[in-house]
Nanobody, 115 residues
Framework: VQLVESGGGLVQPGGSLRLSCAASGFTFSMYDMRWYRQAPGKQREWVARINSAGGSTYYADSVKGRFTISRENANNMVYLQMNSLKPGDTAVYYC?????????WGQGTQVTVSS
């Protein structure tokens, strides 16, 4: 099982980034997919979720209206489009695959929002 995140980097406040997560080794279309983030000195927090079919999405209040989660089941990919980025969005972003009794994590990608 692998979840490999990419797309992180340094961006100025107000800018945008698109994170990608490539999944392999499990039946991707059967899993809810989530993005989490962890800022230095803070606990990991949930950011966004998309159900297995891709028809339902949910967001943390802190990112609602700015971030969009999407998925391509044909390509085993999940994305997080991040717009209007703020310094408070600086964190390592993790991709997560979830089913009952099963939880897979990626290694994370760093996002830094700074001028």
């Amino acid at each position: 099982v692998q979840l490999v995140e990419s797309g992180g980097g340094l961006v100025q406040p107000g800018g945008s980034l698109r994170l990608s997560c490539a999944a392999s080794g499990f039946t991707f279309s059967m899993y809810d997919m989530r993005w989490y983030r962890q800022a230095p000195g803070k606990q990991r927090e949930w950011v966004a979720r998309i159900n297995s079919a891709g028809g339902s999405t949910y967001y943390a209040d802190s990112v609602k209206g700015r971030f969009t989660i999407s998925r391509e089941n044909a390509n085993n990919m999940v994305y997080l489009q991040m717009n209007s980025l703020k310094p408070g969005d600086t964190a390592v972003y993790y991709c997560n695959a979830w089913r009952v009794n099963t939880n897979y994590w990626g290694q994370g990608t760093q996002v830094t929002v700074s001028s």
